[in-house]
Each structure stands twice: as C-alpha cells, then as structure tokens.
C-alpha cells in the first residue's frame, strides 16, 4: 500500500517536474542568445548565428507549454469540493491567457528560425515579430505575477501554506521586474525568469504532498 502511495505521488508530481525542467532549459538557451541588434541591417545575420539555439528553445518551448497543462490542472481542480476561488481563478488565467500566448510566442519565434514556402523574411518582418514577441513576453511576465500570487493566497490556510505565499508573494514581484526585459541585464533576466519554474516545481510538489496528507487524514477518520 505504501509502494502504491509512493508511486501514486511521483506520477502526480512528474508534470511539475517536466515543466520546470523544460522551461528553465528555455530560458537559459534564451539568455545564451545575445539580444537583437539595434541596427535593423544585422538583424538576418543575427538570425543566421544564432539559428540553432533558437530552433531549440521553440521545440522545447512547445513542449514545456504542453506539460504545464496537466500541472495546472492538478493545482485548482474544478471538479474537487470547496476549491478556492482563488486558485480556480489563477488556473482560469494560465488556461485562458497563459498558454494561448506562451503557444504565439512559440509560433513567432518558429516563424524567424524556419523557412515558411518561399515567403522571403524581410527585415520589416523580422522587425514586427521580434515586437510582437516582447510585448507576448511582457504580458506574460505579468499574468504569471497576478496567478502565482493568486496560487499563494489560495494555500495560505493549509499546512505549511505560509511558505507558499511568501515564496507566491517573492516570484510575484521576480515576475513584475521580468516583465521589463529591456530594462534589465541578461543576468537579471535570467534570474527573475527562473523564478517561474522554481515555483512550479516547488508549489507543484507540495501540492501532491498536501493531497497525500489529506487523503491520509480522512481514511484515519473513516477507519
């Protein structure tokens, strides 16, 4: 029973820990990528240098936004009784606005790396998709802020759920100042980014253990 228990809770906990792992591996190919150049003359050379790690942080992009999914699913299930409306609303926001813009992002970024027939990719294009990519990005940074915030409050009331909120509370504010990428260092970047996926992992599992104790709780009551 104990081994099933076990085994129960890791597969709960493998959606978190995929998606944490994919989106830091796309974060950090994104920072080993130099920002644009200024001058719009460059920008195809640009491209072409550094084609390969774009077209490997588009696949993995994809990929992370998939397996967030389930992950979201599981941290504000509709169909459980007495769910807080907070959390219901924050997973509204990832369902709703989250993954349709992490998934344009990925067609953007898809549409600079990968030839589309024979449209030629002008400098004018490449001007209006690296746009449209940061303000995706902006917008992003802030919706993740509001739902990690709203994820916070709504475990405040449960075991160990203060730590919850406070690490809600710190992300939240990691992810405001991630929202302004052209005001910030690579470094500084990097380092608000990662606190998605930090996040993700460490509320995802605590989730599962949350559930577990609960779930042990009312068969001692039962039994």
Same mark, same amino acid.
């Given at each position: 029973?104990?081994?099933?228990?076990?085994?129960?809770?890791?597969?709960?906990?493998?959606?978190?820990?995929?998606?944490? $792992?994919?989106? #830091?591996?796309?974060?950090?190919?994104?920072?080993?990528?130099?920002?644009? &150049? *200024?001058?719009? =003359? /460059?920008? +195809?050379?640009?491209?072409?240098?550094?084609?390969?790690? $774009?077209?490997? #942080?588009?696949?993995?992009?994809?990929?992370?936004?998939?397996?967030?999914? &389930? *992950?979201?699913? =599981? /941290?504000? +299930?509709?169909?459980?009784?007495?769910?807080?409306?907070?959390?219901?609303? #924050?997973?509204?926001?990832?369902?709703?606005?989250?993954?349709?813009?992490?998934?344009?992002?990925?067609? /953007?970024?898809?549409?600079?790396?990968?030839?589309?027939?024979?449209?030629?990719?002008?400098?004018?294009?490449?001007?209006?998709?690296?746009?449209?990519?940061?303000?995706?990005?902006?917008?992003?940074?802030?919706?993740?802020?509001?739902?990690?915030?709203?994820?916070?409050?709504?475990?405040?009331?449960?075991?160990?759920?203060?730590?919850?909120?406070?690490?809600?509370?710190?992300?939240?504010?990691?992810?405001?100042?991630?929202?302004?990428?052209?005001?910030?260092?690579?470094?500084?970047?990097?380092?608000?980014?990662?606190?998605?996926?930090?996040?993700?992992?460490?509320?995802?599992?605590?989730?599962?253990?949350?559930?577990?104790?609960?779930?042990?709780?009312?068969?001692?009551?039962?039994?």
């Amino acid at each position: 029973m104990v081994q099933i228990k076990n085994n129960n809770s890791f597969w709960k906990g493998f959606p978190f820990l995929i998606a944490s $792992l994919l989106f #830091a591996t796309y974060y950090i190919l994104l920072y080993l990528v130099p920002s644009p &150049p *200024s001058d719009s =003359s /460059l920008l +195809n050379e640009w491209i072409t240098k550094w084609k390969t790690y $774009l077209q490997i #942080a588009d696949e993995i992009l994809i990929f992370a936004t998939l397996s967030l999914l &389930p *992950s979201i699913y =599981s /941290l504000a +299930n509709p169909k459980k009784e007495n769910e807080s409306p907070a959390a219901l609303f #924050a997973s509204g926001l990832f369902f709703l606005l989250v993954v349709p813009m992490f998934v344009l992002v990925d067609l /953007l970024l898809g549409r600079l790396v990968y030839p589309v027939n024979v449209y030629p990719l002008t400098v004018d294009t490449i001007v209006f998709l690296l746009s449209l990519i940061t303000g995706t990005l902006h917008m992003i940074s802030l919706v993740l802020a509001l739902a990690i915030l709203l994820y916070g409050i709504s475990f405040r009331s449960k075991t160990g759920g203060g730590l919850v909120l406070s690490l809600g509370i710190l992300v939240f504010g990691f992810q405001i100042i991630a929202s302004y990428p052209w005001l910030l260092s690579p470094r500084v970047l990097l380092f608000c980014q990662l606190s998605f996926p930090i996040w993700l992992f460490s509320t995802g599992f605590y989730s599962v253990k949350n559930e577990n104790r609960s779930s042990k709780k009312n068969q001692t009551e039962l039994s």
